[in-house]
């Protein structure tokens, strides 16, 4: 796994998987700092992964049932170890009908939600955050891009050992 970072506001970091598996160990490692009310906002092309991560990051909260693509049924509520994992994907939302479901309430409550096509819905999302843009760069690597939006998502890309970058153009 190769880690860089691109400039901007607020801070993003890059990190390179080259493979499904550093995928999903990047999806394992970020889990293990969830806390109550985590929310991730996870974006990309059809096929460039979010629901791969998705399911690696359930199973390291220790999700035991089969994590899949909410696309039809917007939210599906998982049992993870410690805490719940709420898995939504509002790619067929609009912001007012995501507004209308009270998204609200997952994402201040005790456990830890990923959004799926989170960019669709951003004015509703929680003032802080982490936003992830997962990009196909090859059949199995991927680009992942983290915004953290307030300190706690700042400290879990510190954690994670990847260091921004500053005074580089973000390309969009």
Not at 33 to 38: C, E, Q, R, Y
Not at 134 to 158: D, H, K, N
Request: proline fraction near 5%; charged fraction near 20%; aromatic fraction near 8%.
């Amino acid at each position: 796994m190769k880690s860089n970072q691109t400039g901007g506001s607020p801070a993003q970091y890059e990190l390179e998987a080259l493979s499904e598996q550093e995928t999903a160990a990047f999806a394992e490692a970020m889990a293990k700092l969830a806390f109550p009310g985590s929310v991730l906002a996870v974006d990309g092309d059809l096929g460039a992964g979010k629901t791969h991560f998705a399911k690696a990051f359930a199973a390291a909260l220790g999700v035991q049932d089969i994590v899949n693509s909410p696309t039809y049924t917007l939210i599906k509520e998982y049992e993870g170890a410690e805490l719940p994992f709420y898995h939504m994907d509002v790619y067929r939302l609009s912001l007012e009908e995501a507004d209308e479901l009270g998204l609200d309430e997952y994402f201040h409550g005790n456990g830890v939600t990923l959004v799926e096509w989170a960019s669709l819905i951003e004015p509703i999302l929680p003032s802080e955050r982490l936003h992830l843009r997962l990009e196909t760069t090859g059949a199995e690597s991927r680009r992942m891009v983290c915004s953290p939006i307030g300190s706690q998502y700042e400290a879990w890309c510190i954690a994670l050992g990847l260091k921004p970058v500053k005074g580089e153009e973000q390309s969009g």
